[in-house]
């Protein structure tokens, strides 16, 4: 599985939708998760550059992908960023591998 997390900023005119018109957005975008095969952990909202964080876990990169875009293509969303996530497990297991890599290659960094 592919845990993400995406930062997200509404476009001027979502936002007044918003307003005009509230409603929960983990409802209204839920069924696209769904619909891909993309688990929501979490979706949370927060001042600032940004309007929106969300974690989400996917099988594949192309379900995640493909609901980024659907969201972003609707015109809700003005600016994204997307980061995978990397467990502790994994990261323990990249530095050791990192560890057999530097000690025993011949990798040498520039001067």
Known sequence: MIK???LAKYSPEALKGMVDNPMSRSDAVSKVFDGAGVKIHSIDFCMGDWDVVLIAEAETMD???AVILTIVSSGAIEDWKTYPLISDKEF?????TANKLATGSAYKKPN
């Open 4 to 6: 993400m997390l995406t």
């Open 63 to 65: 379900q995640y992908t």
């Open 92 to 96: 323990t297991e990249g530095m050791k």
